[in-house]
């Protein structure tokens, strides 16, 4: 089992950042491609970014391209979303996953381990 431990979620006006990070304590990091997902009040869950297992590759989401930057730390044992001009529709309850095998990144099913979320309000 991998335990996977989101922070760095608040309240924040609109145009603000948060950066976001999610740790897996005593795991080998580098073994699990990663991403990010979120969902809204009353929505279903949805891809945000993913990363795979060296760094090397990245991939976003059309609705936040451009002002998210995902990246990991596979000596930190650490993965990082830094999201810059949040509006309001970006708030949400942020997750991170871990998977072993990687696969359709945007499906939450190619996904082996979630962590509990983080909770990101943008306000207006």
């Known amino acids: 089992q991998v335990q996977l431990i989101e922070s760095g979620g608040g309240l924040v006006q609109a145009g603000g950042s948060l950066r976001l990070a999610c740790a897996a304590p005593?795991?080998?990091?580098?073994?699990?491609?990663m991403g990010w997902f979120r969902q809204a009040p009353g929505k279903e869950r949805e891809f945000v970014a993913a990363i795979s297992w060296s760094g090397s590759n990245t991939y976003y989401s059309n609705s936040i391209k451009g002002r998210f930057t995902i990246a990991r730390d596979n000596a930190k044992n650490t993965m990082y979303l830094q999201m810059n001009s949040l509006k309001p529709e970006d708030t949400a309850l942020y997750y991170c996953?871990?998977?072993?095998?990687?696969?359709?990144?945007?499906?939450?099913?190619?996904?082996?381990?979630w962590g509990q979320g983080t909770q990101v309000t943008v306000s207006s």
């Open positions: 005593g795991r080998t990091f580098s073994n699990y491609f």
């Open positions: 996953a871990a998977s072993r095998r990687g696969g359709v990144y945007a499906q939450d099913s190619a996904y082996d381990y």
